[in-house]
């Protein structure tokens, strides 16, 4: 038996077997158990791109949660086979319950695969039991901007996970330590987020400093914390957690109204850094939906507070924010940019069709807030996003940066421009095809009662991911399992109007999808079960069926 570790490129193979005998006609299952324990993870990704780190070799020290519970790689396997029969029982349970559905296959591949990546290398829990993410994991995917191993762009990016939406309805508690990280310990004293986590939390914080993409605190991360943090408490009806958080929330929309908005006037013009890894500048819906949406969660937490004059001035601020961006930015067909291209000649659209720049009425729908821009000008927008920018193929079309379909897929473009005008340095990315959003958007087509395009796109993406060229549980953009693709749990939501208040206890649906024979699984904060709705001849049938746990 070799000893030692294998030389440079090559790898020691073994087998384990287990002799038995069969008789004829006999047959027999043998369990094989592939268990790990290890307890003490370091920060062994590298930091430097992002914090100014100059070397990668650290030794901080931060554990893992399963470590607490578990002694050793044995003791995982005991615990395993004393439990077998009930994790077994419980996994497919949840299968079967989240496949029987009456929704198109595509639809509901996209949300159980994609639920898979927070159990991928690119999520953790450290021992002290906080939960953190990477935007993606690093490897073949990433080989050409970093390394090939550990996490993608460090850490629990605000602009990136803006776009999740499985972990907070799955891992509620998770989520709500997402944001104790981020108004606890990451706020800057004026209320501005860094949007990335330097690891041990215990070290300075990344504040006053550059960090890498985008250069400065992305704002859309910004505004994306107020709106989850609401998200969290419908979720989970904890008066006590949004009491803890709630100072920090009014910090942060005094900053917005101190930097970005000092006149309140309800929009945004100058600086905007974003997801997109730059600054974008002038009038848009995509910032402007966002600090819309924020507004609206603003006052409904406001008044949860008792603080009705905030609540009242939240109000006022988003009626004249939404008056201008409907005054200024409506071209007839869909939302563009309002910005002076000699002043900013790059990294904007301009007249562009962009397909994210109804973001923040996707969030709003999410969180039963309405329509922030006039209902019928959204459906005309939402339409105009497939119009322009689906394609059925590739071939005709370079995708730069980097290439996420081949010549003969069918996806959604970041960005194209209709009408012409495009800049000659548009915004970044505009050529590429992201599953986020790609979910996003047919999201948005759901809740807009428009269930042609979006079943369009998400079939479209699910060709993609089929299993013969990709791996149907691997989204890929700035790495593997990519937390961005998340945003496919919102499909499930969408299809089936589903709004959930844990707070009032209030649980609503309003199917989209063949609602006259509709069945599809949901999930509460305390349980989890199928919802099932069937409509003939004016007569109507419906139920709630719990699965695991119960409802309030």
Known sequence: ??????????????????????????????????????????????????????????????????????????????????????????????????????????????????????????????????????????????????????????????????????????????????????????????????????????????????????????????????????????????????????????????HVWTAHDPERTGVIVGEQPNTYDISIYGLNTFIGTLYLAALRATEEMARLQGDSALADQCRQVFERGRAALEARLWNGEYYIQDVDLERYPEQNWGQGCHADHLLGQWWAHNLGLGHVLDPERVRSAAHAIVRHNFRERFRDVTQKERKFASDDDAGLLICTWPRGGRPEVPTRYSDEVWTGLEYEVAGLLLWEGQ???????????????????????????????????????????????????????SITFAPVIDPDDYRAPFVARDGWGTFRQRRDAGAQEVSLEIAWGHLV
């Open 1 to 254: 038996c070799p000893q030692g570790p294998a030389a440079s490129g090559r790898t020691w193979n073994g087998a384990l077997a287990v002799p038995f005998r069969l008789k004829p006609g006999e047959s027999r299952t043998v369990p094989f158990t592939i268990a790990w324990h290890v307890p003490n993870r370091y920060v062994n990704y590298s930091q430097r791109g992002f914090f100014n780190f100059t070397d990668d070799r650290s030794r901080f020290w931060i554990g893992n949660r399963y470590a607490t519970w578990f002694r050793s790689a044995t003791d995982v396997v005991s615990y395993l086979d004393d439990h077998r029969q009930r994790l077994t029982a419980g996994t497919r349970l949840a299968r079967d319950t989240f496949h029987d559905t009456t929704l198109p296959r595509p639809l509901i591949e996209a949300v159980t695969s994609q639920m898979s990546i927070v159990r991928t290398p690119t999520c953790f829990w450290d021992e002290q039991g906080h939960f953190f993410g990477f935007e993606g994991c690093n490897g073949a995917s990433t080989a050409h901007h970093a390394e090939t191993y550990g996490g993608s762009c460090p850490l629990n990016c605000t602009h990136v996970w803006n776009y999740e939406m499985a972990l907070s309805r799955l891992y509620p508690r998770l989520e709500r330590d997402m944001r104790d990280t981020e108004w606890h310990i990451q706020q800057h004293p004026t209320g501005y987020l860094p949007h990335r986590v330097l690891l041990p939390t215990y070290l300075p914080r990344t504040w006053d400093q550059p960090i890498g993409g985008p250069l400065n605190p992305a704002l859309d991360g910004l505004l994306g914390a107020i709106l989850k943090t609401y998200r969290e408490y419908r979720a989970s009806g904890d008066d006590a957690w949004l009491d803890s958080v709630w100072p920090s929330v009014v910090k942060a929309l005094d």
């Open 451 to 505: 269930v042609e395009e979006a079943l369009r796109i998400v079939e479209a993406v699910r060709a993609r991911y089929d299993g013969t060229k990709q791996n149907p549980w691997n989204d890929i953009e700035c790495g593997d399992h990519y937390v961005r693709a998340m945003s496919s749990w919102a499909l499930l939501e969408a299809a089936s109007g589903f709004g959930y208040d844990a707070a009032t206890a």
